[in-house]
Structures are given as structure tokens and as C-alpha cells.
């Protein structure tokens, strides 16, 4: 569990589970599972399987114990809705973000089926925002999965773009972010495919964060897309974000929190320049 992540549209992370498994194109330079391996060889205890599928059980109650509200994604180095992990621990995972309501958290799943199966069952409040991440336009489904579901904020993650999503629906979408894939054998990124993407959440009114052009060396190829940054989130953030710039708007104003419980609005966008 880390107090500060260097993801750019998150305060920290939280791990129950770790470890995972491939399911599609975008997985195959996985982040998570570069660092799973460094961390077992540095003897990291959470980390002594190494990428295998491990239930982290001690890991439960831990955002109970932050005091401080922050932005929280679930499950940095896994996939909540893995087959393997059982549906009464997903419910005790739940059931902990319920009891620590003064945090945002963040979940994405490339395994949207299975989010749709467990859907009934799983106790949405408005601090759990879900997301499905979509690399190409064969996994668009994951995006209609997502939108059947009860969670009170929707978001897609869009990395790493692999090619352009002229076919995306974004009805019922309260947040894209969008980013290229960075590391050893990153695919490349057209700046067409971004732009496109940017401009259709502007034309619909749907928060765009734009988190990095990726590439082998990321920081050299940074995040700066027409001039700017893109850093835009949902108003229904009801905290003090660490990073206050992810709070702004096109315009360059802090969105201001609309309070736990409340409908998602969206702020007036600024045209393009």
C-alpha cells in the first residue's frame, strides 16, 4: 500500500490482492507485473509469489487507518474481479470502502463479464467510482459491461491506447482517461488517435485526463498534448485531492466537490482554442 503514488490521476494505492493474469493486448508489457517481480527479489513480503494471483487479507482494513481523505485506486497490481478471487472476499473489499467513506476509491477491471455477474450483489455507494480499461476497439464491450452496472460513477481507462475508438459510446460515461503505454517494448502512440478522443469528451461534456504519451523513457515524452495539460476529473471529487491541478477544469478552475450523495454534473467546458 503506498501514501503517495506517482500516478498521475490518483492519491495512493491499495492493494487486497496482488498478482494477476493476461486477458488481452494491453497486458502484454504489464507495469504491475515488471514491478511485482522487482519487488519479490527485494523481499517484499506482499510480493513473495511474485505475479501469481495472491488474496492479501491483512491488507483489508488498512484505508480505515488514513485519517487524511484522498483518492484511492484499488488494487494497482491486480484486478479486482479476477476469476480467482471470490466473491465473498470482493465483498469484504466493498465492504471496507463502505466504513472508510471519507476516501474516493478508484477500481478498474479489464474483466467487465464478470463485474456485470457480481453486479447485483455488490453494495455501491458514491465514494467507489468503477472503470473498465479499453486498449483497442475489441474491447469496447467492456465499456456497455460497465454501463449496466450501479456504480455511481463510470470511468474508462485508456491505456494503452492502441489504435483510434472512432466506435466508442461514451453515454453514461462520467470520466476517460487516456494514455500511451511506456517501458521496455512500448507500443507507439498517434497523436490523432488522443486528439480525437479529446475532442469528442469536449463535444460531450465528459471529463478528459490525459496521463502520459509513454514511450520507453516517459518523462522524457511527457503529458503536455496542444500546448497543455489535460487534468480534468469529475465534480463529484468531495475531497482535498493531493494534486490540486487534477481538479481543474479546461478552464483552469478548481472543480469544487458537490458533496457525498450528490447526481454527477459536469462543469461547462471551454471551446478549443
Not at 527485494?42 to 509469489?49: A, I
Request: charged share 25%; with cysteine.
Amino acid at each position: 500500500m503506498a501514501n503517495a503514488s506517482p500516478i498521475e490521476w490518483t492519491d495512493a494505492t491499495w492493494n487486497p490482492v496482488t498478482g494477476c493474469s493476461k486477458i488481452s493486448p494491453g497486458c502484454k508489457f504489464c507495469y504491475a507485473e515488471r514491478l511485482a517481480h522487482r519487488l519479490q527479489a527485494m523481499g517484499q513480503k506482499n510480493y513473495q509469489n511474485g505475479f501469481e494471483l495472491t488474496l492479501q487479507p491483512h491488507m483489508l482494513e488498512h484505508p480505515l487507518r488514513w485519517k487524511q481523505p484522498r483518492c484511492v485506486f484499488v488494487n494497482s497490481m491486480s484486478d479486482l474481479f479476477h476469476a480467482e478471487v471470490p466473491p465473498d472476499y470482493i465483498a469484504k473489499v466493498f465492504d471496507v470502502m463502505r466504513r472508510a467513506h471519507w476516501h474516493q476509491y478508484q477500481i478498474l477491471t479489464k474483466r467487465s463479464e464478470r463485474l456485470l455477474d457480481l453486479d447485483f450483489n455488490l453494495r455501491w455507494q458514491p465514494q467507489i467510482w468503477m472503470g473498465v480499461s479499453i486498449e483497442s476497439e475489441d474491447y469496447l464491450f467492456r465499456a456497455d459491461h460497465l454501463r449496466k452496472t450501479g456504480a455511481h460513477v463510470k470511468f474508462l481507462s485508456i491505456e494503452p491506447l492502441l489504435g483510434p475508438l472512432r466506435k466508442l459510446n461514451l453515454r453514461g460515461i462520467h470520466w476517460v482517461i487516456v494514455g500511451g503505454e511506456s517501458g521496455p517494448g512500448a507500443r507507439p502512440l498517434e497523436t490523432a488517435w488522443v486528439s480525437e478522443l479529446r475532442d469528442r469528451c469536449i463535444h460531450e461534456r465528459v471529463p478528459f485526463f490525459f496521463k502520459q504519451w509513454g514511450g520507453m523513457f516517459k518523462s522524457r515524452t511527457g503529458r503536455i498534448l496542444d500546448g497543455r495539460t489535460w487534468d480534468e476529473m469529475p465534480v463529484t471529487v468531495h475531497l482535498q485531492h493531493a494534486n490540486t491541478s487534477s481538479q481543474r477544469g479546461v478552464d483552469g478552475r478548481l472543480k469544487s466537490g458537490q458533496g457525498r450523495g450528490s447526481t454527477v454534473q459536469l462543469k461547462p467546458v471551454a471551446p478549443l482554442e
